[in-house]
């Protein structure tokens, strides 16, 4: 994408400013960024849909990867959504064999509809969306160990 939207701007502002990061834009035109703990991350946006939030953290990690079946795996996954503020944790059908890896999301209307987030809405919820999707992931691999070990 060459030019930035004033919604993906406003994210892009937002993600430098308050979490102090690089923010780039890819071609839908969403906010991509690294964050230093977890890697990549990206506001997925949609102009005819402004006021949405959707903070994602994709693909991070699968169950084979936490030595669990795809079933534990989703006892799991729904014992983190039910526990913790805000998160989903959404896991895709495997495709043509291979696992399938859980992603993290934040998702909230934060504007009127059909309007812009106010930008300082976005400054003072932004660490929060993050820290959320943090501790989801987190809570995701505690769960899992837990798991494990009661077995």
Request: hydrophobic fraction near 40%; charged fraction near 25%; proline fraction near 6%.
């Amino acid at each position: 994408m060459s030019t930035p939207t004033p919604l993906s701007a406003l994210y892009q502002t937002v993600v430098q400013e308050e979490l102090g990061l690089v923010a780039s834009f890819d071609e839908q035109g969403d906010v991509v960024f690294k964050h230093p703990d977890m890697g990549i991350m990206y506001f997925s946006l949609s102009d005819s849909d402004p006021e949405f939030l959707r903070l994602v953290y994709p693909s991070f990690v699968q169950a084979d990867e936490l030595e669990l079946t795809r079933e534990q795996f989703l006892e799991v996954i729904n014992v983190v959504n039910n526990r913790c503020k805000a998160i989903k944790l959404t896991l895709p059908q495997e495709d043509a064999g291979r696992p399938a890896r859980v992603s993290a999301s934040v998702e909230s209307f934060v504007a009127a509809p059909d309007t812009l987030p106010d930008l300082a809405l976005l400054r003072a919820i932004v660490a929060r969306c993050v820290s959320a999707v943090r501790h989801g992931a987190h809570e995701l691999v505690k769960q899992s160990m837990e798991l494990k070990q009661g077995n």
